[in-house]
Each structure stands twice: as structure tokens, then as C-alpha cells.
């Protein structure tokens, strides 16, 4: 089975002690066959503090944590309390998309209860006229 490149890059940074930045970068280049490039994967690698998979150190040097070391080979893998925070952002969206919803169709029907009610004015306005116009004719 074929290595993923993010699993390459978490067993080098397990294997090499002392680890810095550009020694991180250099490699990570060269497993993409690129020349060095200060910000390339800064993304990636701030991502991966964010979650818990790697760390720099008080001295500035780049380690696997305990969850990075069990998540060896399937680095993106996500644990039970991302699973868990995943799904309570989809039912917040959810309920957010539905109490949207709901108020655009509370709007609607103000603005045609509005429009009806115009409608009966306009109606009995019209009537009167009407009736006004008759009796002037006779």
C-alpha cells in the first residue's frame, strides 16, 4: 500500500530530532519535487498544531504528539470529540437554515396579509364609488 505524503511527512518529523521549520519545508518540497519555499504548507502545518497532531517545542523544534503518533498513518483521521464538534456544527447550521426559513416565510405572509387586506379596502373604496356614481346617474 502507498504511503500518503502527509504520513511521510508525519513518520520524518517523528524519526528527526531537532527538527526546524525550514528543515520541515526543505523536505516537504522535495517530496514534491519544488524548490524551497518559506510559506509552502504553513497552512497544512498550522492546521495540524490547531488539532493536536504535531507541536513545536519551547527550543522551536518540531514533534509528533501522542495523538499525531497514534494517527501515524491516517493522519487525517478525526477522533470522537471532532467527530462530535462536526455534528453539533451541522445541527447548528441546520436550525439556523430552518429559523431563516421560517422567518422569510413569516415575512411573506405579512406582506400578503398586508396585500389582502389592501385589496378589501380597495374593494369596498370601489364599491362605494360604484354606488355613488349610480346614484348620481339616477
Known amino acids: 500500500m502507498k504511503e500518503s505524503k502527509m504520513t511521510k511527512i508525519f513518520k520524518y518529523i517523528d524519526k528527526t530530532p531537532k527538527l526546524r521549520y525550514k528543515k520541515l519545508i526543505t523536505f516537504i518540497c522535495s517530496l514534491n519535487n519544488r524548490p524551497y519555499q518559506s510559506g509552502y504548507y504553513g497552512t497544512v502545518l498550522t492546521n495540524l498544531k490547531y488539532s493536536g497532531r504535531i507541536r513545536v517545542n519551547k ?3 518540531y514533534e509528533l504528539t501522542k495523538l499525531g503518533k497514534s494517527l501515524i498513518n491516517t493522519p487525517y483521521a478525526k ?6 464538534k462536526e455534528r453539533e456544527k451541522k445541527q447548528y447550521y441546520k436550525i439556523m437554515r430552518e429559523i431563516k426559513i421560517d422567518e422569510q416565510n413569516y415575512q411573506n405572509f405579512l406582506k ?5 387586506h389592501l385589496v378589501k ?3 369596498k373604496f370601489l364599491q362605494i364609488k360604484l354606488m355613488h356614481l349610480l346614484i348620481k346617474l339616477l
Open 59 to 61: 527550543k522551536g523544534y
Open 79 to 84: 477522533t470522537e470529540k471532532e467527530k462530535e
Open 112 to 116: 400578503m396579509k398586508k396585500e389582502t
Open 121 to 123: 379596502y380597495l374593494d
